[in-house]
C-alpha cells in the first residue's frame, strides 16, 4: 500500500510539473514572434507563437486598384505562411517539453 501512495505522489508530481511547464511554455509561444512572406516579400505578416496575427506589411508597389485581387490573394498566402511557421514552432516546443516522456507512440500533447 505504501508502494500506491508512493506512485500516486510521484504522480501528482509530476503532473504539476508538467502544468508548470506548460504555463511556461504557453507564454513563451504567446510572446514568440514569426514573420510570413509571400509575392517575394512584397507582403509580410506577423504572428505570434499561436498564430495570431500582429501586423501586416505591405509593399506600396503592390496598391493599385486594378489588382486587389492579387493583393487580397498574397495577404492570404502571407497570413497562411506565418500561422504554418507558428505552428511548426509550437510543435517543435511541445516535442521539447515531453523528450523523456514514456508516452504511446503517436500520442500529442496536450491529450
Not at 11 to 22: H, I, N, P, R
Amino acid at each position: 500500500m505504501k508502494n500506491l501512495m508512493s506512485m500516486m505522489k510521484q504522480a501528482q508530481e509530476m503532473q504539476e510539473k508538467m502544468q508548470e511547464k506548460m504555463a511556461s511554455l504557453q507564454d513563451e509561444l504567446e510572446a514568440m514572434s514569426v514573420e510570413g512572406a509571400a509575392g517575394a516579400g512584397l507582403i509580410k505578416v506577423t504572428a505570434n507563437g499561436k498564430g495570431i496575427i500582429k501586423s501586416i506589411s505591405v509593399d506600396p508597389s503592390l496598391v493599385d486598384k486594378e489588382e486587389i485581387d492579387v493583393l487580397e490573394d498574397l495577404i492570404v498566402a502571407a497570413c497562411n505562411d506565418a500561422k504554418g511557421k507558428a505552428e511548426e514552432a509550437n510543435q517543435e516546443k511541445m516535442a521539447d517539453l515531453s523528450a523523456g516522456l514514456p508516452l504511446p507512440p503517436g500520442m500529442k500533447l496536450p491529450f
